[in-house]
T-cell receptor, first 115, second 111 residues
Framework: DGGITQSPKYLFRKEGQNVTLSCEQN?????MYWYRQDPGQGLRLIYY???????QKGDIAEGYSVSREKKESFPLTVTSAQKNPTAFYLC??????????????FGAGSRLTVL | KNQVEQSPQSLIILEGKNCTLQ??????????LRWYKQDTGRGPVSLTI?????NTKSNGRYTATLDADTKQSSLHITASQLSDSASYIC??????????FGAGTTVTVRA
């Protein structure tokens, strides 16, 4: 079955540590995204990538970094510079940019808790 | 600032009953509006997508309506089931990549 796999599902981090969240898709989608979800708020875009070796900042990119070395993979690193990293992180992909009729397919999410 | 407001924030209904969720938006320009269902601890799953020229679309027991003039959409759930318990998210797309997400309505269906 085609889909998006995120790992780990749960992650605990001490303050000052960097952590990397994995996102892999086998849908042959060109575009990939990282969103952050906090209680009572809509999803907020962290980074997105339209093609391999290219990515753009979203609305809340500070304290995060990404890479897109392969079409299938779009890992997100939460750095120690992110002041409030505890959240639910969602990776998504779409055939083209998420406009027009391109539907976003989401992974199951990764919940990061900073101790 | 583009905004998507959903109401109510949460609701509880009895199994078998119907309910309607509301979405008001100020996104402009407007390309399409989507409804997603998100189970607790999972990623959202697409229910419907409508362009400005469509005013209703169904997916099983889910029916979405859109009034592009008043910038309002609704999602109607018919004959609710326990599996309908989830958060329902309204997402509005302008003509670029930057989707605007509502905060969601949490639906709890009780037996």
């Amino acid at each position: 079955d085609g889909g998006i796999t995120q790992s780990p599902k749960y992650l605990f981090r001490k303050e000052g540590q960097n952590v990397t969240l994995s996102c892999e898709q086998n849908l042959n989608h060109d575009a990939m995204y990282w969103y952050r979800q906090d209680p009572g708020q809509g999803l907020r875009l962290i980074y997105y990538s339209q093609i391999v070796n290219d990515f753009q900042k979203g609305d809340i990119a500070e304290g995060y970094s990404v890479s897109r070395e392969k079409k299938e993979s779009f890992p997100l690193t939460v750095t120690s510079a992110q002041k409030n990293p505890t959240a639910f992180y969602l990776c998504a992909s779409s055939r083209g940019l998420a406009s027009g009729a391109n539907v976003l397919t989401f992974g199951a999410g990764s919940r990061l808790t900073v101790l | 600032k583009n905004q998507v407001e959903q109401s109510p924030q949460s609701l509880i209904i009895l199994e078998g009953k119907n309910c309607t969720l509301q979405c008001n938006y100020t996104v402009s320009p407007f390309s399409n509006l989507r409804w997603y269902k998100q189970d607790t601890g999972r990623g959202p799953v697409s229910l419907t997508i409508m362009t400005f020229s469509e005013n209703t679309k169904s997916n099983g027991r889910y029916t979405a309506t859109l009034d592009a003039d008043t910038k309002q959409s609704s999602l109607h759930i018919t004959a609710s089931q326990l599996s309908d318990s989830a958060s329902y998210i309204c997402v509005v797309s302008p003509n670029d990549y930057k989707l605007s997400f509502g905060a969601g309505t949490t639906v709890t269906v009780r037996a």
